[in-house]
């Protein structure tokens, strides 16, 4: 039987904040990571690094990003905490904890300041969330403008390197298999035969979104169909050990953040290499259609950071789980390079709306009337600007809101996607300081809950770039208290 001070469990971006705090305020500990070294990193790794913040705008992240000559050109928008807030409780419905999403909300510029004194390094995301203007200059949209330098996998770099500088003790392939526990309070954990004993235990495994009959269990028949965008590794044990224990559910259990993805890429699932490329995300600019040849959604119904964590479900309940997203000549330059360029990627190209639907196997009247019906209906009293919502209409059913373009001029494009999972909603009930509770809302003592394993913040959709937040302020919490 060994000790320590603190175990962190799960060495993702919560994880690694838990443990920073805990090793500056000179705990010994030490972080398990189920995952050989090859494949560490929790979801953490394959996102885009995106951190949603509040911020006064470009004069005030200029000292935390890296240098970039398009900084003299470019026009970051400041983000208020009330920003951040009504747009939490917009995508949620209201449905999130609300005294969760104070503290996330006004924390987040400090403990992104946190990290960069530690070492992590910052950009802005210009070819995410920027729209370069004909003068050259660039608009920052979307209340998401900062993310880390090599996005996911330089963020877990970051992390690991300073871990390493503080002194923080990473151990390779242990899965934890259960949580000790004495009078009530958690004292350690167990990984395989081994007892590792700790005066606290930071629980930040992830959510159970990699186990297919999890998945269907709570999120419903389907779900197990649903491609596993981030670490396989997520699935949920760690979870119900602390369930076993006495530990209370939290947030939305019948809900998780899943995206459009690649449908027809041979590794679309848990893919190291491609990451965040296999998402496909310029979907406001075109339309979607099922195998019907119909629309079934608004593209345009807010920028995508608003829309992209729901429309993955919408997309797993059409025939076959699977849509195209359809562009012409005209919109194609518009897209995303790093994802609708993206090495391996196979669209489906035709000089002809009827080649088109022959090629996507879906019948050719059907989705020549989509297309004609669209584009008869745009508003084209408004010129198109994705840098805002620009009410450019098309009054079909269902509407697009914003950003209708016809799609008139070959060649054709439609690239097949089906729904991404990313991570589940529903965690562990905990306060504010990832504390974890009991149904009644007694705290378990020694334990501690944040990130995706940590439930409330979030229920049936999410601002983009709001999840690495809650990882780092929970976990710098949790890890100031352990």
Same mark, same amino acid.
């Given at each position: 039987?060994?000790?320590?001070?603190?175990?962190?469990?799960?060495?993702?971006?919560?994880?690694?904040?838990?443990?920073?705090?805990?090793?500056?305020?000179?705990?010994?500990?030490?972080?398990?990571?189920?995952?050989?070294?090859?494949?560490?990193?929790?979801?953490?790794?394959?996102?885009?690094? %995106?951190?949603?913040?509040?911020?006064?705008?470009?004069?005030?992240?200029?000292?935390?990003?890296?240098?970039?000559?398009?900084?003299?050109?470019?026009?970051?928008?400041? +983000?208020?905490?009330?920003?951040?807030?009504?747009?939490?409780?917009?995508?949620?419905?209201?449905?999130?904890?609300?005294?969760?999403?104070?503290?996330?909300?006004?924390?987040?510029?400090?403990?992104?300041?946190?990290?960069?004194?530690?070492?992590?390094?910052?950009?802005?995301?210009?070819?995410?969330?920027?729209?370069?203007?004909?003068?050259?200059?660039?608009?920052?949209?979307?209340?998401?403008?900062?993310?880390?330098?090599?996005?996911?996998?330089?963020?877990?770099?970051?992390?690991?390197?300073?871990?390493?500088?503080?002194?923080?003790?990473?151990?390779?392939?242990?899965?934890?298999?259960?949580?000790?526990?004495?009078?009530?309070?958690?004292?350690?954990?167990?990984?395989?035969?081994?007892?590792?004993?700790?005066?606290?235990?930071?629980?930040? %495994?992830?959510?159970?979104?990699?186990?297919?009959?999890?998945?269907?269990?709570?999120?419903?028949?389907?779900?197990?169909?649903?491609?596993?965008?981030?670490?396989?590794?997520?699935?949920?044990?760690?979870?119900?050990?602390?369930?076993?224990?006495?530990?209370?559910?939290?947030?939305?259990?019948?809900?998780?953040?899943?995206?459009?993805?690649?449908?027809?890429?041979?590794?679309?699932?848990?893919?190291?290499?491609?990451?965040?490329?296999?998402?496909?995300?310029? +979907?406001?600019?075109?339309?979607?259609?099922?195998?019907?040849?119909?629309?079934?959604?608004?593209?345009?119904?807010?920028?995508?950071? !608003?829309? +992209?964590?729901? !429309?993955?479900?919408?997309?797993?309940?059409?025939?076959?789980?699977?849509?195209?997203?359809?562009?012409?000549?005209?919109?194609?330059?518009?897209?995303?390079?790093?994802?609708?360029?993206?090495?391996?990627?196979?669209?489906?190209?035709?000089?002809?709306?009827?080649?088109?639907?022959?090629?996507?196997?879906?019948?050719?009247?059907?989705?020549?009337?989509?297309?004609?019906?669209?584009?008869?209906?745009?508003?084209?009293?408004?010129?198109?600007?994705?840098?805002?919502?620009?009410?450019?209409?098309?009054?079909?059913?269902?509407?697009?809101?914003?950003?209708?373009?016809?799609?008139?001029?070959?060649?054709?494009?439609? +690239?097949?996607?089906?729904?991404?999972?990313?991570?589940?909603?529903?965690?562990?009930?905990?306060?504010?300081?990832?504390?974890?509770?009991?149904?009644?809302?007694?705290?378990?003592?020694?334990?501690?809950?944040?990130?995706?394993?940590?439930?409330?913040?979030?229920?049936?959709?999410?601002?983009?770039?709001?999840?690495?937040?809650?990882?780092?302020?929970?976990?710098?919490?949790?890890?100031?208290?352990?």
């Amino acid at each position: 039987m060994s000790a320590v001070d603190v175990v962190v469990v799960g060495g993702g971006n919560a994880g690694f904040c838990a443990a920073h705090a805990a090793a500056q305020r000179g705990r010994r500990v030490l972080l398990l990571e189920k995952a050989p070294q090859a494949e560490a990193g929790g979801n953490s790794y394959y996102t885009a690094g %995106a951190t949603r913040m509040v911020h006064d705008g470009l004069s005030d992240l200029l000292d935390i990003v890296e240098p970039d000559e398009r900084h003299q050109r470019a026009e970051v928008p400041p +983000y208020s905490a009330a920003d951040f807030l009504a747009d939490l409780e917009k995508v949620t419905e209201g449905r999130g904890d609300k005294e969760l999403a104070r503290v996330v909300v006004g924390e987040s510029r400090d403990t992104v300041r946190w990290l960069h004194d530690l070492g992590l390094r910052y950009r802005l995301m210009y070819e995410r969330q920027a729209y370069e203007r004909p003068d050259g200059s660039y608009l920052f949209w979307g209340g998401l403008h900062v993310g880390n330098v090599d996005g996911g996998v330089g963020l877990m770099a970051d992390h690991v390197r300073v871990a390493a500088e503080l002194g923080i003790e990473v151990r390779y392939a242990a899965p934890v298999s259960g949580l000790l526990s004495e009078d009530g309070a958690v004292v350690g954990v167990r990984v395989g035969d081994e007892e590792i004993r700790a005066a606290s235990v930071v629980l930040a %495994a992830g959510g159970f979104e990699a186990d297919p009959q999890l998945r269907s269990e709570y999120l419903g028949d389907g779900w197990q169909n649903a491609k596993v965008r981030g670490t396989p590794y997520n699935t949920g044990e760690v979870i119900r050990a602390a369930l076993e224990i006495g530990a209370g559910r939290g947030g939305d259990w019948s809900t998780c953040h899943s995206v459009q993805w690649d449908a027809s890429y041979p590794q679309n699932e848990s893919n190291r290499e491609l990451t965040n490329r296999l998402t496909r995300q310029s +979907y406001p600019l075109g339309i979607i259609v099922n195998r019907e040849g119909r629309r079934f959604l608004d593209e345009g119904a807010d920028f995508r950071n !608003y829309t +992209y964590a729901k !429309y993955g479900k919408v997309i797993l309940e059409q025939p076959g789980s699977i849509a195209y997203q359809l562009f012409d000549a005209t919109l194609r330059p518009m897209l995303r390079a790093e994802e609708y360029d993206m090495p391996g990627i196979a669209p489906l190209v035709a000089g002809s709306i009827d080649e088109l639907a022959a090629a996507m196997d879906v019948d050719a009247a059907a989705l020549a009337g989509t297309i004609a019906g669209f584009n008869a209906s745009i508003d084209d009293s408004h010129p198109l600007d994705p840098t805002i919502k620009d009410g450019r209409r098309a009054a079909t059913d269902p509407v697009k809101s914003n950003w209708a373009s016809a799609i008139a001029t070959p060649p054709f494009y439609a +690239y097949p996607v089906t729904c991404g999972i990313t991570f589940t909603f529903g965690g562990l009930r905990g306060d504010t300081h990832g504390r974890v509770l009991t149904d009644s809302g007694t705290v378990i003592d020694g334990l501690y809950a944040c990130g995706e394993a940590l439930g409330g913040l979030f229920s049936g959709n999410y601002p983009g770039g709001s999840g690495l937040t809650a990882g780092m302020v929970i976990g710098r919490r949790a890890g100031s208290l352990a």
